[in-house]
């Protein structure tokens, strides 16, 4: 049974940080491109920040320079450093496994994130 477990989401205020975790399970963690997206009240979800099984990473640009995606593929996971928070930045932020070369795709429940005073 696959798994994705996001924690650390919490409420911080404007230019603060927070760390997100994902502990992913089930899978070969190796094979799979790991994403964090996020979804704001109204809006679409939208893709934060990418890192393939190789280590590549991309950012959205509203979020270049101030956050920073990770993994750890001896314990299966994928963190998401959140520095200069914005009220903006306020969401439910997700954790995406995309297999490498299938279709694959997997997704944890969420963790929210508030960024207000």
């Known amino acids: 049974q696959v798994q994705l477990v996001e924690s650390g989401g919490g409420l911080v205020q404007p230019g603060g940080s927070l760390r997100l975790s994902c502990a992913a399970s089930?899978?070969?963690?190796?094979?799979?491109?790991m994403k964090w997206y996020r979804q704001a009240p109204g809006k679409q979800r939208e893709l934060v920040a990418g890192?393939?099984?190789?280590?590549?990473?991309n950012y959205a640009d509203s979020v270049k320079g101030r956050f920073t995606i990770s993994r750890d593929t001896a314990k299966n996971m994928v963190y998401l450093q959140m520095n200069s928070l914005k009220p903006e930045d306020t969401a439910v932020y997700y954790c995406n496994a995309e297999h490498w070369l299938s279709d694959r795709s997997f997704w944890g429940q969420g963790t929210h994130v508030t960024v207000s005073s």
């Open positions: 089930g899978i070969i963690f190796s094979t799979y491109n």
């Open positions: 890192i393939t099984y190789g280590g590549t990473t």
